[in-house]
């Protein structure tokens, strides 16, 4: 069971879109619906932003979305604003023994 | 609201063993559909699952930790707690206590962790 893989790093200007990827294999992101999101600011614990691939849990805004196409899960960020300066993190059902896999993060810069 | 509070050692010695404690309010640990888990992060690194319990005292650990990890629930006192055994410099790291809920779709998974305590800092030194 390896990490899933996230770009390191990922930026926008205040207004604009931005996707972060999250790469696994059939095994894991690939084979199940169960992929989250979680977003951390420093210093905080991670919050729950996305799960099942796309669900908002409630009071996130509808800013956040999630998608998923084949091996890769993918969060977007519309209309970014200051607040959504983070890092981002994606997590997985790993496919066996109910094991759950992160990503490496990805830091989001508003520029 | 669900609270989870870390408690334990800030300062552990390598080769010993690291205990923390998640104590849960707001809520009972020995819900259905309902794991307790503890994920950790070292300084300016990601996240990494340690491992999940069940009330009914299943567990489930990262193979990377496998052999060093025990996890077990106190549901009493609604807790449950974590030991990292022959511990190093490499297991210097903020460690969290969440829940993780499953979701039902032809078997049981687990899905994602819907609360998060605040942290732990717990810095392995001699």
């Known amino acids: 069971q390896s990490a899933l893989t996230q770009p390191p790093s990922a930026s926008g200007s205040p207004g604009q879109s931005v996707t972060i990827s999250c790469t696994g294999t059939?095994?894991?992101?690939?084979?199940?619906?169960?992929v989250s999101w979680y977003q951390q600011h420093p210093g905080k614990a991670p919050k729950l932003m996305i799960y099942?691939?796309?669900t908002r849990p409630s009071g996130v805004p509808d800013r956040f979305s999630g998608s998923k196409s084949g091996n890769t899960a993918s969060l977007t960020v519309s209309g970014l604003q200051a607040e959504d300066e983070a890092d981002y993190y994606c997590?997985?059902?790993?496919?066996?023994?109910?094991?759950?896999?992160f990503g490496g993060g990805t830091e989001l810069t508003v520029l | 609201q669900l609270q989870l509070q870390e408690s334990g050692p800030g300062l552990v010695k390598p080769s010993q063993t690291l205990s923390l404690t998640c104590t849960v309010s707001?809520?009972?640990?020995?819900?259905?559909?309902?794991?307790w888990g503890w994920i950790r992060q070292p300084p300016g690194r990601g996240l990494e699952w340690i491992g999940s319990?069940?009330?009914?005292?299943?567990?489930y650990y990262n193979p990377s930790l496998n052999s060093r990890v025990t996890i077990s629930a106190d549901t009493s006192k609604n807790q449950f707690s974590l030991k990292l055994s022959s511990v190093t410099a490499a297991d210097t790291a903020v460690y969290y206590c969440?829940?993780?809920?499953?979701?039902?779709?032809?078997?049981?998974?687990?899905?994602?962790?819907?609360?998060w305590g605040q942290g732990t800092l717990v810095t392995v030194s001699s």
């Open positions: 997590s997985s059902y790993a496919g066996s023994s109910k094991h759950v896999l």
């Open positions: 099942d691939v796309s």
């Open positions: 707001g809520g009972s640990i020995d819900t259905d559909i309902y794991y």
């Open positions: 969440a829940r993780l809920k499953e979701e039902y779709s032809s078997t049981w998974f687990p899905s994602f962790f819907d609360y």
């Open positions: 319990i069940y009330y009914t005292g299943s567990t």
């Open positions: 059939s095994s894991d992101v690939g084979g199940y619906n169960h």
